[in-house]
């Protein structure tokens, strides 16, 4: 069993940064994600990092979200940079171990403008 714990969210204004955080036992993942959704819509990839470093966004956050993973802290990050308002929504770190995957259990993030 591994358990993922998600910090970092807030209330932030449009333009300004804030940095997720997941730490769990992840050093074994095949990949880590990050997953958001928000109210009224179905939960949806925003970012992607494999064991081997290779990273994909979604279009909507290229460029100014960052995915990154540090095993020696069994921790992976998600800097996000230039907010707005419609990144508001609950943030989810997810384990893909390729036998199973876990959940976090997720972190608000509102950018108000």
């Known amino acids: 069993q591994v358990q993922l714990v998600e910090s970092g969210g807030g209330l932030v204004q449009a333009g300004e940064p804030l940095r997720l955080s997941c730490v769990g036992s992840i050093f074994r993942a095949n990949a880590m994600h990050w997953y958001r959704q928000a109210p009224g819509k179905q939960r949806v990839l925003v970012a992607t990092i494999t064991s081997g470093g290779s990273t994909n966004y979604a279009d909507s956050v290229k460029g100014r979200f960052t995915i990154s993973r540090d095993n020696a802290k069994n921790t992976v990050y998600l800097q996000m940079n230039s907010l707005k308002p419609e990144d508001t929504a609950v943030y989810y770190c997810?384990?893909?171990?390729?036998?199973?995957?876990?959940w976090g259990q997720g972190t608000q993030v509102t950018v108000s403008t």
């Open positions: 997810h384990a893909d171990f390729g036998w199973r995957d876990y």
